[in-house]
């Protein structure tokens, strides 16, 4: 009865930590993020397993921190195995540092491995999900075997045998029933991050678009201490001759080609938006109005050049407007209202020039 109590504690506390996993899978952006965020949340796991034991015998004490560290293997990839495998590992040395203490800490590191092998291998994973679980909880338990190694206190230890398949028994039970869970809410954050990822992205240039473009403003001008944020507004001169002329693949290669373009000869922080057509939007975050201006000025003469599109070459040149919004001042419609008038001038004034309008 004792064992399966101790089954029952161990996977109600799983369901907490996969409740958690949950929302780090869905509202952290960075997967390195998100791998070091679950790799703690699974030692958390070990820890409380770890001061939480199923006591065998006076002095043998054993509990599901195996299983806690597999998971981060299996679900959180080899940084969050690293980060869960130092918590539980400094958390069994804390307690006492005995070979017993080292032989745990080698067992947590072989199922960390085993997770992550189990996370590597597809035809795993394309089993049915009950055998892929059943088969995830036993990989996690072959470092079990290194029980045989620790000192059993007291003249009548318990049997060793017995100790492993108890263990055993809590880590197949804890994965098949909450195995899957974790890899239905894995499957739906990506799901849904890639869908934000698709609604928000260019399909033929790879940049960002026009629905994402308010997001990115408000993350810049959101800076604490920043000078202002910039933006330009670029257009391709003509760019409806190309197409004309060339057709519209053509077209569509030299779009290609630009945004490699604008990407390269922009700050690594800043970023380039394709609003439509051959018109781009680039946010400078952190910048003053003068280097708004100094920045529409390269720009223009770096978009003075010949685009290599494989079989032609095509000659462009483009217009570009710049505005500058200090921090808290004008609102975004307020930014673009000015950058698009900037552009305007460029444009009527002879195009192929950069004009950034001063602030009001």
């Keep these: 009865m004792p064992v399966f109590l101790h089954i029952i504690d161990s996977c109600a506390l799983m369901a907490g930590i996969a409740l958690i996993f949950s929302y780090i899978q869905r509202n952290l952006t960075s997967r390195l993020i998100r791998s070091i965020a679950s790799g703690f949340l699974f030692g958390l796991g070990a820890m409380i397993s770890i001061h939480e034991p199923f006591v065998v015998a006076t002095g043998v004490r054993f509990d599901a921190r195996s299983l806690f560290i597999g998971f981060a293997g299996a679900f959180a990839g ?88 108890s263990l055993t028994l809590n880590n197949v039970a804890g994965s098949m029933l909450l195995g899957g869970i974790l890899v239905q809410e894995k499957r739906r954050a990506e799901r849904e991050r890639a869908a934000q990822k698709n609604a928000e992205t260019d399909p033929l240039t790879g940049l960002l678009n026009r629905r994402a473009f308010d997001k990115i403003f408000s993350m810049a001008a959101a800076t604490p201490g920043s000078p202002g944020t910039g933006l330009l507004l670029v257009d391709i001169d003509h760019f409806k001759k190309i197409n004309d002329t060339h057709g519209h693949p053509v077209g569509d290669r030299a779009l290609q080609a630009l945004a490699a373009l604008l990407t390269r000869s922009v700050r690594d922080r800043d970023c380039v938006v394709r609003f439509g057509g051959e018109e ?31 079989d032609q070459r095509l000659y462009i040149t483009a217009s570009v407007g710049g505005a500058h919004a200090e921090l808290g001042k004008i609102s975004l419609s307020e930014l673009l209202e000015r950058a698009d008038e900037s552009l305007y001038l460029a444009k009527t004034n002879g195009r192929d020039r950069a004009v950034c309008l001063p602030q009001r």
């Design 280 to 310: 781009f939007a680039i946010v400078l975050p952190g910048v003053r109005e003068e280097d708004v201006c100094a920045m529409a000025d390269r720009l223009c003469a770096s978009l003075r050049t010949f685009l290599d599109l494989g």
């Design 78 to 165: 080899p940084v969050g195995a690293v980060a869960a495998l130092a918590v539980g590992a400094a958390t069994r040395l804390l307690i006492d540092f005995t070979q017993s203490a080292m032989i745990g800490v080698l067992s947590m590191a072989g199922a960390a491995a085993a997770g992550l092998i189990w996370s590597t291998r597809r035809d795993f994973k394309n089993m049915q999900p009950w055998k892929s679980h059943l088969l995830l909880g036993l990989m996690i338990s072959i470092s079990l075997i290194l029980i045989v190694f620790a000192p059993l206190p007291g003249d009548d230890p318990p049997s060793v045998a017995l100790i492993i398949a």
